[in-house]
């Protein structure tokens, strides 16, 4: 990906912090790139970008917690660890994915974030103080990186992937979020349960679930929500 395409997607931040990038063309940027959890597939496509932004003289850090710090193997990037909160995918309790899944989140994976969170919230607070990042690039599974750059209105572009082999060629990655686009397929009751029966359910089911994600968030001065 070309640098100016990068800046492009940077302008799109706006939208989410209110802040543009200032620096003029062909200065170099400070740049940081978070991911706390989650595996390799998080982040190695940015490792690959970055190894191109590095040789047109732009500065890149990687804000990662320690568990997260083997995905940088290979790659000549300087890093700094914010949690030791040790996150083991292995033991998070999740069913087999099709494309009809919903997003669930189990408890235990919520306690590691909520304590992820607590960790480094203040630590990117610091890194923005010291440092001032032109942009930050936060993992959709880091809401610390993401909520503490739209606090200190830092650049932000959120990273996320989704992938399914449930897909027939070519479309061998979905947005499971996103998908499917349009709802011209769905009977009545089909949007009756998406649009107003899956979400109240959800909220009642979630609610205890991110209790204490959301005292972290209060401590820190981010308003609640019932997801990460």
Same mark, same amino acid.
């Given at each position: 990906?070309?640098?100016?395409?990068?800046?492009?997607?940077?302008?799109?931040?706006?939208?989410?912090?209110?802040?543009?990038?200032?620096?003029?063309?062909?200065?170099?940027?400070?740049?940081?790139?978070?991911?706390?959890?989650?595996?390799?597939?998080?982040?190695?496509?940015?490792?690959?970008?970055?190894?191109?932004?590095?040789?047109?003289?732009?500065?890149?850090?990687?804000? &990662?917690? /320690?568990?997260?710090? !083997?995905? #940088?193997?290979?790659?000549? %990037?300087?890093?700094?660890?914010? @949690?030791?909160?040790?996150?083991?995918?292995?033991?998070?309790?999740?069913?087999?994915?099709?494309?009809?899944?919903?997003?669930?989140?189990?408890?235990?994976?919520?306690?590691?974030?909520?304590?992820?969170?607590?960790?480094?919230?203040?630590?990117?607070?610091?890194?923005?103080?010291?440092?001032?990042?032109?942009?930050?690039?936060?993992?959709?599974?880091?809401?610390? &990186?993401? /909520?503490?750059?739209? !606090?200190? #209105?830092?650049?932000?572009? %959120?990273?996320?992937?989704?992938? @399914?082999?449930?897909?027939?060629?070519?479309?061998?990655?979905?947005?499971?979020?996103?998908?499917?686009?349009?709802?011209?397929?769905?009977?009545?009751?089909?949007?009756?349960?998406?649009?107003?029966?899956?979400?109240?359910?959800?909220?009642?089911?979630?609610?205890?679930?991110?209790?204490?994600?959301?005292?972290?968030?209060?401590?820190?001065?981010?308003?609640?929500?019932?997801?990460?």
């Amino acid at each position: 990906m070309k640098l100016n395409n990068l800046l492009n997607l940077a302008n799109l931040t706006v939208l989410t912090t209110g802040e543009m990038i200032q620096n003029g063309p062909g200065e170099p940027l400070n740049i940081a790139i978070s991911v706390t959890a989650g595996s390799r597939s998080h982040v190695k496509y940015l490792f690959e970008i970055s190894e191109k932004l590095i040789a047109k003289g732009h500065s890149i850090t990687y804000l &990662c917690a /320690e568990h997260t710090l !083997k995905h #940088s193997k290979g790659y000549n %990037i300087s890093h700094e660890i914010f @949690s030791n909160v040790d996150l083991d995918l292995s033991e998070t309790e999740a069913k087999p994915f099709t494309r009809f899944s919903e997003s669930k989140f189990s408890p235990s994976f919520i306690t590691k974030i909520e304590q992820i969170y607590t960790q480094s919230f203040p630590l990117y607070e610091k890194y923005y103080k010291e440092e001032k990042p032109d942009l930050i690039i936060c993992d959709f599974v880091s809401p610390s &990186c993401i /909520e503490s750059a739209a !606090k200190y #209105s830092i650049p932000l572009i %959120i990273g996320y992937q989704s992938l @399914s082999f449930t897909e027939s060629k070519p479309y061998l990655t979905i947005s499971n979020g996103l998908e499917p686009t349009t709802i011209e397929g769905y009977s009545f009751w089909d949007r009756l349960n998406r649009g107003l029966i899956d979400p109240i359910k959800d909220l009642f089911t979630s609610y205890d679930i991110f209790g204490n994600l959301n005292q972290a968030r209060k401590l820190h001065g981010i308003p609640e929500k019932p997801t990460l």
